[in-house]
C-alpha cells in the first residue's frame, strides 16, 4: 500500500511548466528522499500535495484520497515542514507551536517539552526575534511534536547548525523505528544517506530517476567506476544525462 | 572616531530612491490639500461679519482642546489667521506620520529584516545610515516647505502674503523634523520596528493632548508639546520667528542622542529590553478564528477607540454648528441645502435643518472612515497569503472556506461596531450640552442605514480576495472613488447620473438624525438597502467559492 502516490503529475503556471509528467510512490514505513536542485520542482511537488496548488493534470493522492479534494481529512494525519517558515512576527515561538499542533488534534504536552528543550528553542520570545534557524526550529518541534502518519519535510535543516542537524536525523530515525512514512527534500547528502530507504531525483520538473541511493550513485558512476562522493558531484552527473536527454 | 559617517551621501541617494514614490505622494496629497482649502476658506469666510463667528467656535473650550487656538490681528480675523489656526495643527500631524514612515523605514525595519546589516558590511560608517535617513527626512521636509510656502504665497489671497506662507511651509517642516528625530531616538531604544512606531505615535498623541491641556489652561504646557509651539508662530498674525528656531532647535537635540544612542549599541539591539512572551498559547488563539481575532484584535481596539473619538469631537461643536456657519453658502452646497429653501423658513426651523444638514454630512464622512479599517480586514487574509502565512494554516487541517470565514465574520461584526461606537460617541457628546438636536433613535437607523453600502464594499473586497488577490489595489482604488464622489456628489449637473451611480453611497436613503420634521424627508425608502445586501451576500459567496478553487500565492 502507497502512503502517497503521484501519477504523471503535471503542473504550469501560465506557459511555464514546473512538474512534467510526474511520478513517484512513497511506501508505508518508507523514508522518502526528494533530492534535486534549486528550483527543480520539489516544492511544487509538496505543495500539489497539500492541496495549496491544484495539479494541472494527473493526480497526487495520499492516503489514497485526492490531494486537492480532501486535503482537510489528508492533513489530519500528516506533519508538514515548510523550507521557507513563515512566522507571525507578533506571535512567541511557543504560541506558535501550540497553534500548529492544535490545528491537527490534541497536543502533547510532554513531547513539546521534551522537544523544546532538545532544540533549545526559547519559545518566550515573539517570532519576529528568530532567525531563520529558530523559525524552522518552530516548525521542527511542531511537526514532531504531532502524531502523524506521514511527515512532509521540506528542507528542513538548510538553517540548523550540525548539531541541530543531527538531533533532526535521530528524530526522523525515531519516526522510522515507529513505522511512520517521510517525504524528505534536501540538499545534505550526509542526511538522504543516513535515512533514506529510496530516493527520488527531479531536474528542470522531470523525475529522472528513482532507486535506492546505492542504485542512484551506481548509474551516476564515472567510467573508471568511482562513485560520486557528494551531493554536487551527483547533481553534476545528472546534470550531463538530463542535458542530453532533455 | 573618523569615518563614522562615511558615505552617508551615497545612503542618501539610495534612501531617496526607495522614497521617490512614496514621498511624492506624500507631498503632492498634502501641498495640493493645503492650497486648495485656502480658496474654499474665502469663499466661506468673505467678510468680516461672517469671519466673527469663528470667535464663537473659540468661546468653546472642547474646541479650542481640538483646534487649538486661532489668533487675530488688532482684534480682527482674517481668512489667512483663521486658515492657519484650523489647518496647521492637522497638516503637521500628517507631516508627522510621514516622517515616523519614512525613518522607521531606513532604520528599524531595515535593521529587522538583516537589511541594515548588508550595508554596514560595506565600507559605511557607523552612524551613516541613521545619518543618511536623518538627512532624507530633512531633504523631503524642506521641499514640502518650500512647496506648501509657494503654494499658499500663490493662491493670491491678501491675509496670506509671502512672509507668513513661507513661515507656515517653514513652520510645518520643521515640526515634521522634531517627529523625525524623536522617532529617530525610538528606534534606538526599541528593537522592533512596531515598537518604534508605537512609541513615535504615543509621542505624536502625547505632544496633541498636551497642547490641548496648555491651551485651555496654561499656556506654558502648550510651549512643551512641538505641535502647541509651532502653533506659537502665528502664522499670517504676528508671524514669531522664536518657535521656528526652537523647533529646529529641538530636532538638532534629538538628533543628537539618536546618534549618540545608535553608536552605543549593536545592530539589532535595543535599549529597551523585549518583552518576555507566553510560553504557550492561550486556548483562544488555538483555532483560525481565534487566530486571525488575535492578529486583527489590536487594530480593532485601535479604530474603535478612534471612531468614537472622532464621534466626541463633532458631537462637541454641534451645539454651535448653525452659529458658526449660518448660512454660509459653500457650507450649505456641502450638506445638500439652498439658500432660497433657507429663507422660506422661521429662525429656529432653520437652525434645527442646519443642524439636520451637518448631522447627515457627519454621517457621511464617519463611514466613509470607518471603512479603512474594514477594507484592511478583509484585505488582510491576502496579505497572510502573499507573506506565506497563510500556507501555515492550510497545510494544517484547516478548510479553506474556515480559515476565510475567520477574517470576513470579523470584519462583517466590525462594520456594526464602528457605526453604533461612532453614533454613541456623537450623541453622548452632544446630549451634554444645553440643548440637544438629536433624537437617539434616528441617529441609530442614520448610521446603521449606511451598513448594507459598507457591506457591498466590503463584498467586493472579499470577491477580489477569493478570485482575483493579485490585483487587490482595485479595492482601494474604488474606495477612492466613492469618497470623490461624496466630496463632488452634490454638485448638480458634474456627472452624468450612472457614474455617480457606482458609489453605493448613493442609494442610502436620507435619513434625519433631528427632531425636525417641519417637510417630511422624501419617504425613506428601503429597498436599495434589501438589493445592496443581497449583492453584498453574493460577492462573499463568489469569493468564498473562488478562494476554494484557485491556488494559493507562492513565490
Known amino acids: ?246 | 572616531m573618523r569615518g563614522n559617517f562615511d558615505y552617508s551621501g551615497k545612503l542618501v541617494r539610495f534612501m531617496l530612491r526607495r522614497e521617490r514614490i512614496i514621498a511624492a505622494i506624500w507631498i503632492i496629497v498634502l501641498v495640493l490639500f493645503t492650497v486648495a482649502l485656502a480658496p474654499g476658506l474665502e469663499t466661506m469666510f468673505p467678510d468680516n461679519e461672517t469671519r466673527e463667528n469663528i470667535s464663537l467656535i473659540y468661546d468653546n473650550p472642547i474646541m479650542v482642546s481640538m483646534m487649538g487656538p486661532v489668533y487675530d490681528i488688532d482684534g480682527e480675523y482674517t481668512t489667512g489667521t483663521i486658515y492657519a489656526g484650523m489647518m496647521l495643527l492637522w497638516v503637521m500631524i500628517a507631516v508627522a506620520v510621514m516622517n515616523i514612515f519614512i525613518i522607521i523605514r531606513h532604520t528599524r525595519a531595515d535593521e529587522e529584516r538583516w537589511r541594515a546589516e548588508v550595508i554596514r558590511s560595506l565600507p559605511v560608517g557607523r552612524l551613516a545610515n541613521i545619518n543618511a535617513a536623518m538627512l532624507t527626512a530633512l531633504i523631503i521636509n524642506v521641499i514640502l516647505a518650500l512647496l506648501t510656502g509657494l503654494g499658499l504665497a500663490l493662491t493670491g489671497i491678501e491675509s496670506m502674503d509671502f512672509a507668513g506662507s513661507m513661515l507656515y511651509g517653514a513652520v510645518l517642516g520643521a515640526s515634521g523634523l522634531v517627529f523625525a528625530a524623536i522617532t529617530a531616538v525610538f528606534c534606538q531604544l526599541s528593537a522592533s520596528s512596531s515598537g518604534a512606531f508605537g512609541l513615535s505615535f504615543l509621542a505624536l498623541g502625547g505632544s496633541y493632548m498636551l497642547r490641548a491641556a496648555g491651551d485651555v489652561g496654561n499656556e506654558v504646557i502648550s510651549l512643551i508639546s512641538p505641535l502647541g509651539l509651532a502653533q506659537r508662530s502665528m502664522v499670517y498674525a504676528e508671524n514669531e520667528l522664536m518657535p521656528l528656531w526652537g523647533l529646529l532647535a529641538i530636532a538638532v537635540a534629538f538628533t543628537a542622542l539618536a546618534y549618540k544612542l545608535s553608536s552605543m549599541r549593536d545592530l539589532g539591539q535595543g535599549f529597551i529590553p523585549a518583552r518576555i512572551g507566553r510560553r504557550e498559547a492561550k486556548k483562544s488563539l488555538l483555532s483560525p478564528f481565534g487566530l486571525s481575532l488575535r492578529l486583527l484584535k489590536n487594530s480593532m481596539i485601535v479604530w474603535i477607540i478612534c471612531m468614537f473619538m472622532l464621534g466626541v469631537s463633532y458631537g462637541s461643536i454641534i451645539g454651535e454648528i448653525d452659529r458658526f456657519v449660518g448660512d454660509s453658502p459653500a457650507y450649505l452646497t456641502l450638506v445638500g441645502l439652498t439658500p432660497e429653501l433657507l429663507d422660506t423658513l422661521s429662525e429656529s426651523d432653520k437652525a434645527d435643518m442646519i443642524v439636520d444638514g451637518f448631522g447627515g454630512f457627519v454621517t457621511v464622512m464617519m463611514t466613509l472612515i470607518a471603512l479603512v479599517p474594514l477594507l484592511m480586514f478583509a484585505m488582510k487574509p491576502k496579505n497572510e497569503e502573499a507573506d506565506g502565512r497563510a500556507e501555515g494554516v492550510l497545510s494544517r487541517s484547516v478548510s479553506r472556506p474556515r480559515y476565510l470565514a475567520g477574517y470576513v465574520i470579523i470584519t462583517f461584526i466590525m462594520s456594526i461596531i464602528v457605526q453604533l461606537c461612532t453614533a454613541a460617541g456623537l450623541y453622548g457628546m452632544a446630549a451634554s450640552n444645553e440643548t440637544n438636536p438629536f433624537v437617539f433613535g434616528k441617529m441609530l437607523i442614520a448610521y446603521l442605514s449606511y451598513l448594507p453600502a459598507m457591506w457591498l464594499v466590503v463584498g467586493l473586497a472579499v470577491f477580489i480576495v477569493g478570485v482575483f488577490p493579485k490585483v487587490s489595489g482595485v479595492i482601494w482604488g474604488y474606495y477612492g472613488f466613492i469618497c470623490f464622489m461624496m466630496l463632488i456628489g452634490n454638485i448638480p449637473d458634474l456627472l452624468p447620473a450612472w457614474v455617480a451611480n457606482l458609489s453605493p453611497f448613493n442609494f442610502i436613503p436620507e435619513i434625519r438624525v433631528t427632531s425636525f420634521d417641519l417637510f417630511p424627508a422624501p419617504a425613506a425608502s428601503f429597498t436599495p438597502l434589501i438589493i445592496m445586501t443581497a449583492i453584498a451576500a453574493l460577492l462573499v459567496t463568489t469569493g468564498f467559492i473562488g478562494y476554494r478553487k484557485r491556488d494559493l500565492i507562492t513565490h
Open chain 1, 1 to 246: 500500500m502507497f502512503m502517497l502516490e503521484i501519477n504523471n503529475l503535471t503542473k504550469k503556471f501560465g506557459k511555464f511548466t514546473a512538474l512534467n509528467n510526474v511520478n513517484l510512490q512513497v511506501k508505508e514505513g518508507e523514508v522518502f528522499g526528494y533530492i534535486g536542485p534549486n528550483g527543480a520542482g520539489k516544492t511544487t511537488t509538496i505543495r500539489v500535495l497539500l492541496g495549496i496548488l491544484q495539479a494541472t493534470s494527473g493526480t497526487a493522492r495520499i492516503f489514497g484520497m485526492d490531494a486537492w479534494k480532501d486535503a482537510v481529512e489528508i492533513h489530519k494525519r500528516i506533519a508538514y515542514v515548510p523550507g521557507d517558515v513563515n512566522l507571525w512576527p507578533n506571535l512567541t515561538g511557543g504560541e506558535v507551536i501550540d497553534l500548529f499542533v492544535s490545528l491537527r488534534q490534541k497536543s502533547d504536552k510532554a513531547k513539546r517539552e521534551r522537544l523544546i528543550e532538545k532544540f533549545e528553542l526559547d519559545p518566550t520570545k515573539k517570532c519576529r526575534t528568530y532567525s531563520k534557524g529558530n523559525r524552522q526550529k518552530v516548525a521542527l518541534i511542531a511537526a514532531f511534536a504531532s502524531d502523524a502518519d506521514l511527515y512532509i519535510l521540506d528542507e528542513p535543516t538548510s538553517g540548523l547548525d550540525p548539531l541541530m542537524g543531527e538531533f533532526f536525523v535521530e528524530e526522523v530515525l525515531n519516526l522510522k523505528n515507529s513505522g511512520k512514512s517521510v517525504l524528505l527534500s534536501s540538499h545534505i547528502l550526509s542526511e538522504v544517506e543516513r535515512l533514506c530507504d529510496r530516493v527520488g531525483v527531479i531536474m528542470k520538473g522531470n523525475v529522472i530517476k528513482t532507486g535506492t541511493l546505492d542504485e542512484l550513485k551506481e548509474s551516476a558512476a564515472c567510467a573508471d567506476g568511482r562513485l560520486p562522493d557528494s551531493m554536487e558531484e551527483l547533481f553534476m552527473r545528472y546534470y550531463k544525462v538530463s542535458e542530453q536527454e532533455v
